[in-house]
């Protein structure tokens, strides 16, 4: 700690940009966040009933996220119990998925261990609707999941719907069974609900999954400080390595922010912060939604995220067999290329130090009143010590001129280390002879190696 700030005071232009210690950062903290830092690449499954029907009822697709079904067309929850029985993902492997993650180049996992349907994906012995006791498939996924992760050292966390529980009377989010949210609070329905459910359930998943890196937990509605504060205990109590998600409740000192789903920032955020984010339309599977990203737009936004100091966290939506969608697949598979030649400027790496490449504030505004920029795409930088990393989307052809002025004692592309490349530098510019061609038709990767104490 002491030497990192005695570090800052000396090197201010470049140590203004690392992730180093943020506003809430406690030695606890920076000990429980270091591999976070370091992974910047996560993997977030949302697997539930709701990949039964896919986002169709009765014959008519629903409108909105798939997991939101039961909510988007106002199933009673007698009726949706009814998927339980239909739910059987023989297909399912977990070391596929483990690897998938591997492949991509993904450092840790977060699934669905309960959404707001209010369903278990694991054997809970809190409430029978539950992924084990509820349907034919009798086995506990997680279980499953947590080891086929550990045997690659994958780090394993959970999602959980602490607040929102629609199968629940006492849980918030279900007004067509149950009463109106404010009621179920003050009668007492709600604390009920988190004793009796949520709270213990969060204890089972800390206790029978081994380490669990991180809880995610989501849309604290009617989450006051003192409730948010009890789940934050549990954690705690249970697994004091285990990170807490920014969407725990007010007041809480969660490790860490969670951008809005799929929102990337438009400038460097200082601390630390991840972009949750889908690969098409939605998180839980829909059978009809085909809006695939392209894998390109992926490695854009993992370096853009990166370059900007955050995580991404990037979903894939099970079908009800247990399969990872193929187009997802397909796309991690592109990404795991990329990463496999070009992870070094990816894992553990700082900000860019520059910021003009990142674009320009517009005078619009999206619906949640956030600035909209005009996001630069040629080109986007990371650092470590002694390194800067240019991942180059727009080969400029012969020449790559950045605005760094430091000294650089070597240049190469990533993907041949071998090959030194002549650089020149004038008027506060630095300029690359590229090699004759990309070495990557989605993003090539130039190194400058600068002395550890260079500034921009
Ligand atoms: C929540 C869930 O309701 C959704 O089903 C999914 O699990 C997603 C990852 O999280 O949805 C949110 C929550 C917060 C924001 C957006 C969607 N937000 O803060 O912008």
Redesign the pocket.
């Known amino acids: 700690m002491k030497a990192l700030f005695a570090l800052a005071a000396l090197l201010p232009s470049l140590t203004a940009f690392a992730a180093g210690p943020t506003t809430n950062e406690t030695p606890e903290h920076a000990a429980r966040i270091a591999w976070w830092r370091e992974a910047k690449f996560g993997m ?1 499954i ?1 697997w539930g009933l709701y990949a039964v029907p896919a986002g169709e009822w009765k014959g008519k697709p629903v409108a909105g ?1 798939g ?2 079904i039961m909510n988007r067309a106002k199933i009673p929850v007698k009726e949706y119990e009814q998927l339980a029985p239909q739910f059987n993902p023989e297909k399912f492997d977990a070391e596929a998925w483990a690897q998938l993650a591997q492949d991509a180049g993904m450092k840790y996992m977060v699934i ?1 261990s309960k ?2 349907d209010g369903f278990a994906m694991f054997h809970s012995l809190v409430s029978p609707y539950n992924i084990y006791d509820a349907t034919p498939f009798k086995r506990d996924p997680m279980k499953e999941l947590s080891a086929a992760c550990a045997k690659r050292g994958i780090k394993f966390g959970f ?1 959980y ?1 602490q607040a ?1 529980d629609w199968h629940e009377p006492g849980g918030m989010g279900n007004e067509w069974d149950f009463k109106k949210d404010d009621e179920k609070d003050k009668d007492g329905d709600y604390d009920k609900y988190l004793q009796g459910k949520a709270e213990p359930q969060v204890k089972e998943i800390l206790t029978n999954y081994g380490p669990i890196c991180l809880i ?1 937990f ?2 604290p509605r009617h989450m006051t400080a003192e409730r948010a504060a009890r789940f934050e205990k549990i954690v705690h109590d249970l697994q004091p390595n285990c990170l807490v998600s920014g ?1 725990i409740g007010p007041g809480s000192s969660s490790d860490y922010d ?4 799929n ?1 990337i920032p438009g400038t460097v955020r200082a601390g630390d912060w991840e972009t ?1 984010a889908t690969l098409n339309d939605t ?2 599977f829909k059978k009809d939604d085909h809006n695939w990203k392209k894998p390109e737009d992926l490695i854009f936004k993992l370096c853009d995220i990166v370059s900007k100091g955050g995580n991404y966290l990037l ?1 894939v939506g099970p079908t009800a067999e247990g399969v990872i969608p193929q187009p997802s697949q397909d796309m991690l598979h592109e990404v795991g290329k990329w990463m496999k030649t070009n992870g070094e400027m990816i894992y553990g790496a700082s900000p860019t130090p520059f910021g003009e490449e990142l674009g320009k504030p517009t005078d619009r505004k999206d619906n ?1 009143n956030r600035v909209i920029f005009d996001v630069y795409k040629e080109w986007r930088c990371t650092t470590k010590p002694g390194k800067l990393y240019f991942a180059i989307f727009k080969w400029p052809g012969e020449n790559f001129t950045v605005p760094f002025k430091g000294q650089v004692t070597k240049a190469y592309m990533l993907a041949d280390k071998d090959k030194e490349l002549k650089v020149t530098q004038a008027d506060g510019k630095t300029t690359v002879a590229l090699p004759g061609q990309q070495t990557d038709p989605v993003a090539s990767v130039l190194v400058l190696e600068t002395p550890e104490t260079a500034s921009k």
Do not use: C, L, M
């Open positions: 977030f949302h996220i997991e939101w669905t959404h707001h999602y719907s929102q995610w989501d849309t969407r969670s951008e809005g789903d929102h949750p998180w839980g979903n949640r």
